[in-house]
């Protein structure tokens, strides 16, 4: 099995703030890693693919990096509407998929 | 647009069998390359994936819940089903219905709203 271990699993920063999360993997997975956003009562939201590449729609203050084991999105100005849970996600194993534990956002 | 609705019990008894149906508008459920799938979140816990069906019917499940699981899927109706069997409290969750594949293979890009379903006698 792929773990995925995400840090921290909460932060809370000031609005206009840049905020990192980390993605590890337990094993090289390429760029097979997605991120996905979710508000509470929500259903998760993709924002990023391929570690890097932004979904359609998504605001450009919102990135991904990384390959191999080690990922990062980062929120480069934290603004109200931001407050979510973050969840990274691995697919190096189609069909077997598996999410990292969550990193939930909140406002200072 | 592409829209997903989940429906079925909201309440189960422990040992029962859960049934959940998920129904897709918007598009069709035979087009190829996506699969449809079945992920939950127990309260206030993280993603867990269940399993897919692909649009061919062949159907792959988390192995940790492979035993209990069948995904399937009604093309007459253009949606898909989930049936987990014997359950117990552990399986209460929200249950989501979602969309993989396409240019994004491995991303669920298209989610229902999902469904609570609490496991109680």
């Known amino acids: 099995d792929i773990q995925m271990t995400q840090s921290p699993s909460s932060l809370s920063a000031s609005v206009g703030d840049r905020v990192t999360i980390t993605c590890q993997a337990s094993q090289d997975i390429s760029n097979y890693l997605n991120w996905y956003q979710q508000k509470p009562g929500k259903a998760p939201k993709l924002l990023i693919y391929d570690a890097s590449n932004l979904e359609t729609g998504v605001p450009s203050r919102f990135s991904g990096s990384g390959s191999g084991t080690d990922f990062t999105f980062t929120i480069s100005s934290l603004q109200p509407e931001d407050i979510a849970t973050y969840y990274c996600?691995?697919?190096?194993?189609?069909?077997?998929?598996?999410f990292g534990g969550g990193t939930k956002v909140e406002i200072k | 647009q592409l829209q997903l609705q989940e429906s079925g019990s909201g309440l189960v008894k422990p040992s029962q069998t859960l049934s959940l149906t998920c129904a897709v508008s918007?598009?069709?459920?035979?087009?190829?390359?996506?699969?449809w799938s079945w992920i939950r979140q127990p309260p206030g816990k993280g993603l867990e994936w269940i399993g897919y069906?692909?649009?061919?019917?062949?159907?792959y499940y988390n192995p940790s819940l492979k035993s209990r699981v069948t995904i399937s899927v009604d093309r007459s109706k253009n949606q898909f089903s989930l049936k987990l069997s014997s359950v117990t409290a552990a399986d209460t969750a929200v249950y989501y219905c979602?969309?993989?594949?396409?240019?994004?293979?491995?991303?669920?890009?298209?989610w229902g709203q999902g469904t609570l379903v609490t496991v109680s006698s």
């Open positions: 979602a969309r993989e594949g396409g240019s994004k293979e491995g991303g669920f890009d298209y």
């Open positions: 069906i692909y649009h061919s019917g062949s159907t």
């Open positions: 996600q691995q697919y190096d194993n189609l069909p077997r998929v598996n």
């Open positions: 918007g598009g069709s459920i035979s087009s190829g390359g996506y699969s």
